[in-house]
T-cell receptor
Framework: QKEVEQDPGPLSVPEGAIVSLNCTYS??????FMWYRQYSRKGPELLMY????GNKEDGRFTAQVDKSSKYISLFIRDSQPSDSATYLC???????????FGAGTTVTVRA | ETGVTQTPRHLVMGMTNKKSLKCEQH?????MYWYKQSAKKPLELMFV???????ENNSVPSRFSPECPNSSHLFLHLHTLQPEDSALYLC??????????????FGPGTRLTVL
């Protein structure tokens, strides 16, 4: 079993739709949860960073962490063509520098 | 220059060549990382340096040799690579090695093709 599972997609949605991305994980020691966005031919850039359970909102982006279910989500409201990218989830333990990544979900927002 | 820069952006090499990848971070961070990204696979951590000292070698073959002369620069020396080593090689840095300040910032990567 992989430590982090992420649906690879691809996911194609019309402009303005809500995009829902998720990851499941098996290691209950994970405390920090991140979402990275990676545009084509670019490196990943940190989008959202959450500690422990709960929700975090930043503009059109909302990250949710449910540690009891070992499940994290990223929602993109009012999606734009500029949101077309691959989204990677990542997580780590409290004092661990190693990030465990999902394989990434490729999203295309159609104008 | 800002953030994390990597050169070259693209590299094609034969299996007998020797080449080096360079990474520089302009963020004043103390930790630097090399990752390998292959299609449809999670990022694989290769090496970690903290204050120039190597803290992680994730069972990487010896044909990959890292070098960290200071906290701002990181190199990956390549020799006698195999075609399966073709991938995007990403460099990252973070303020500290672990904890809340472990947010990792990535460079654009070097797209490596081994013929």
């Amino acid at each position: 079993q992989k430590e982090v599972e992420q649906d690879p997609g691809p996911l194609s949605v019309p402009e303005g739709a809500i995009v829902s991305l998720n990851c499941t994980y098996s290691n209950s020691a994970f405390q920090y949860f991140m979402w990275y966005r990676q545009y084509s031919r670019k490196g990943p850039e940190l989008l959202m960073y959450t500690y422990s359970s709960g929700n975090k909102e930043d503009g059109r982006f909302t990250a949710q962490v449910d540690k009891s279910s070992k499940y994290i989500s990223l929602f993109i409201r009012d999606s734009q063509p500029s949101d077309s990218a691959t989204y990677l989830c990542a997580m780590s333990g409290r004092n661990d520098y190693k990030l465990s990544f999902g394989a990434g979900t490729t999203v295309t927002v159609r104008a | 220059e800002t953030g994390v820069t990597q050169t070259p952006r693209h590299l094609v090499m034969g299996m007998t060549n020797k080449k080096s990848l360079k990474c520089e971070q302009h963020l004043g961070h103390n930790a630097m990382y090399w990752y390998k990204q292959s299609a449809k696979k999670p990022l694989e951590l290769m090496f970690v340096y903290n204050f120039k000292e190597q803290t992680e070698n994730n069972s990487v073959p010896s044909r990959f040799s890292p070098e960290c002369p200071n906290s701002s620069h990181l190199f990956l020396h390549l020799h006698t690579l195999q075609p399966e080593d073709s991938a995007l090689y990403l460099c990252a840095s973070s303020q500290e090695l672990a904890g809340v300040r472990n947010e990792q910032f990535f460079g654009p990567g070097t797209r490596l093709t081994v013929l």
